[in-house]
Structures are given as structure tokens and as C-alpha cells.
T-cell receptor
Framework: EVQLAESGGNLVQPGGSLRLSCAAS????????MNWVRQAPGKGLEWVSD??????????ADSVKGRFTISRDNAKNSLFLQMNSLRDEDTAVYYC????FGSGSYYLDIWGQGTLVTVSS | DIQMTQSPSSLSASVGDRVTITCRAS??????LNWYQQKPGKAPKLLIF???SLQSGVPSRFSGSRSGTDFTLTISNLQPEDFATYYC?????????FGHGTKVEI
């Protein structure tokens, strides 16, 4: 079964750091780009970052650029998000999602269950 | 950045109804528009990609269409399990922006 499972969410103080992980199974992880998408409590979806299949190219939303770093370990079928200088507004459920192309459109077809990050003093 | 404007933000419907949700892109995105369904406490689920194509396993009562930069998700014969929040997402470029969502409730 194709699956993604996030971990690492926690309560952290403003200015602190946290590292999220996403374990993939059931598909050839190294063949797909991967994404992080977040959802603040009661709010909509916000794309955060993506990384190419080989890990050589990464992109970020302006809201996290310079503070968050996406990475992956294809040998361990794992995706990561290093979050530094955390702010209250980073409080959200963070989802990892597999990327793909269909008829030219980039979509997110497999999602994890999410991990909650709470930034609060 | 491409802005995605979804309407309405919420709607009330009954089982068996035909429901239409609209998403407008702030610039041309060709047909690179995807739709997702999210139920409370769950991860989003891909329904339709590239404006028209039904994701594998998604019931045929879901359909998508496009007119220029306006996109529509239609649910025919609404079922109890369809009460959820629906999001559009442009698959054209980075950042991969989402609409603000449409909550379909009873």
C-alpha cells in the first residue's frame, strides 16, 4: 500500500527549531518529487516547499524562505523539513505529499495524515 | 504569484442535489488546475487533475470543466459522503497556490 507517515510535530517556543520527518512506503520514493503543505487551525491549505526527486532542486513559499529547509534521503525513503526561527503563525498541521504530473498539471496525489506543530510560549 | 479565488466559501445542499463550485485564476494557467476534497480531521484527497481528468477511484459523479481562467467542479447527485471542504490548486507553477476552500454542508 502506498503510504506517507509524518512525525516530529510538537510544541515549541517562538524562535525555536523543529525537524519534521515523513516516511514513505509502497512506491519508488526516489522517482517522485515531494512536498510539504500546511494547514493552520480552521484555515485552508498552504503549500510550503517541494524538492525534486533527486534532491537537487528545492522551492519554498515566501512565508518560510530562509527559515525552513527541505531535504530527503532516498536510501531511507524519507523526507524532512527543518524549521528554524519558528513564529506563532507557523502553527499548523504539516502534511507531506507526493507530487506528480498529469496532462501537464502538477498535482499532489498521495498525502500523509499530518503532524501538528504548535508554536507558543 | 497566481491567486486562486474560489466561490462560494460555503454552500448548503441536500442529498441528490447537483452542486457547482467555481475557482478563478488570476492569470492564465492553461488547464493546469486540480481539485481536492478534505473531510474534518483528514488529509486532502485528489479528485480531479488537469481540470477534467478524474483521479483513479473517484466516483464519476465528480466532474471538472474550464472556461478560460474559470474552472468548475460539479458534483452530480450529491451523496452523504460528499459533505466536505473542496479546494482548487493551480498546477502551473511555483508557488503551488490553493483556493481558500468551499465547505459543502447540509
Amino acid at each position: 500500500e502506498v503510504q506517507l507517515a509524518e512525525s516530529g510535530g510538537n510544541l515549541v517556543q517562538p524562535g525555536g527549531s523543529l525537524r519534521l520527518s515523513c516516511a514513505a512506503s509502497g512506491f519508488t520514493f526516489s522517482s517522485y518529487s515531494m512536498n510539504w503543505v500546511r494547514q493552520a487551525p480552521g484555515k485552508g491549505l498552504e503549500w510550503v516547499s517541494d524538492i525534486s526527486s533527486g534532491g537537487t532542486t528545492a522551492s519554498y513559499a515566501d512565508s518560510v524562505k530562509g527559515r525552513f529547509t527541505i531535504s530527503r534521503d532516498n536510501a531511507k525513503n524519507s523526507l524532512f523539513l527543518q524549521m528554524n526561527s519558528l513564529r506563532d503563525e507557523d502553527t499548523a498541521v504539516y502534511y507531506c505529499a507526493r507530487g506528480g504530473f498529469g496532462s501537464g498539471s502538477y498535482y499532489l496525489d498521495i498525502w500523509g495524515q499530518g503532524t501538528l506543530v504548535t508554536v507558543s510560549s | 504569484d497566481i491567486q486562486m479565488t474560489q466561490s462560494p466559501s460555503s454552500l448548503s445542499a441536500s442529498v441528490g442535489d447537483r452542486v457547482t463550485i467555481t475557482c478563478r485564476a488570476s492569470q492564465s494557467i492553461s488547464a493546469y488546475l486540480n481539485w481536492y476534497q478534505q473531510k474534518p480531521g483528514k488529509a486532502p484527497k485528489l479528485l480531479i487533475f488537469a481540470a477534467y481528468s478524474l483521479q483513479s477511484g473517484v466516483p464519476s459523479r465528480f466532474s471538472g470543466s474550464r472556461s478560460g481562467t474559470d474552472f468548475t467542479l460539479t458534483i452530480s447527485n450529491l451523496q452523504p459522503e460528499d459533505f466536505a471542504t473542496y479546494y482548487c490548486q493551480q498546477g502551473y507553477n511555483i508557488p503551488r497556490t490553493f483556493g481558500h476552500g468551499t465547505k459543502v454542508e447540509i
